[in-house]
């Protein structure tokens, strides 16, 4: 069976996983660059230089744990965009370097294709048709997913991305880096109905045929926060009403997330959802579109591990690629914007 070495290295995270075949993760290693946290969000030349002085740690840890030698590998997937580009030439440079030194092909790999087969390494049943939210630092898309590698794009964020609003959020409460596990903890003690966010791009008669219907928009919803922060502020108030304000931003967030997605539901009658994406991690998010499913469909979301950046999800997509026979030549390159293959617009 085909042994992967997958390597990605396109933000903070540097990690290296073996797979074989198409889902047997024998060995795994993460490093997440916890440096990023004394700036409030990652600093791109910092992540690379991170990336340079661990990545050959990071690979001979998971080719330890695997119990395989470099040698072992048949085929090397690197993630070659989208990201940072900086960092990104890391990996790619490397991955070319061992598959040029080894005779071995080497696979460019889409970081958000990856984040949709992540989930399916844990769950076999997390595979097409479904149904996909992608909500990450950087990306949120909803995608309709009739097979792997055809992906209809039903809508995406205009301005900032889902993670992105919980980090900038998490920032104007004085909560810290990464913003949404701190929203999720502040938010267990507040009371979200005391602060109430209008849900943006959000209307009940939005049409299918609308960008609007599903597309998303969360900058607005910053503002909104900063206003009412230096309202409450002004008030002597901020400490006390800092769980109220995080539980109701979270609580806008997911609204949005959640209609939307179910939205797609109804369109495509598919009743199964998948999540990628640091996001994915949220318990209200998970729980929200749990309940507007109901019963007879299934939320199919990553383990923490999973779910946030990681190698593992890079060997599986390069798995498949390479099954089609999709190799890339030495003179793949990283590419801050590369194309999502497989993506057109509804
Ligand atoms: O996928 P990811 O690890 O990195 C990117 O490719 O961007 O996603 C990181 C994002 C961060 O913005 C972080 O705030 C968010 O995922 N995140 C969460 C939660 N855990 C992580 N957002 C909301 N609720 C959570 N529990
Ligand atoms: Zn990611």
Known sequence: MTLILGIETSCDETSAAVLRGEDELLGHVIFTQDVHRLYGGVVPEIASRAHLRTLDDVVEGALREAGVGLDDIDVFGVT?????????LVGVSWGKAAAW?????????????AHLFATQLEHPDARPPFVALLVSGGHTM???V????EYVQLGAT????AGEAFDKAAKILGLPYPGGPSIQRAAEGGDPSRHRFTRPLLNRGQRPAEAEYYDFSFSGLKTALRNRVRDVERAGELEAEVPHLAAAFQDAVVDVLATKTLRAVRETGCRRIVLGGGVANSRALR???TRRLGGSGAVHAPSPRLSTDNAAMIARTAHFRYTRGEVAGLDLNARADLPFPGLRKR
Do not use: N, S
Request: glycine share 20%.
């Open 142 to 144: 909803l995608l309709w």
């Open 158 to 161: 205009r301005d900032d991305a």
């Open 146 to 149: 009739p097979a792997w590698g």
């Open 101 to 113: 030194a080894g005779g071995k092909p080497v696979v460019g790999v889409h970081h958000m294709e």
């Open 80 to 88: 070659a965009g989208p990201g940072l580009i900086g960092a990104l």
């Open 287 to 289: 729980a929200e579109l």
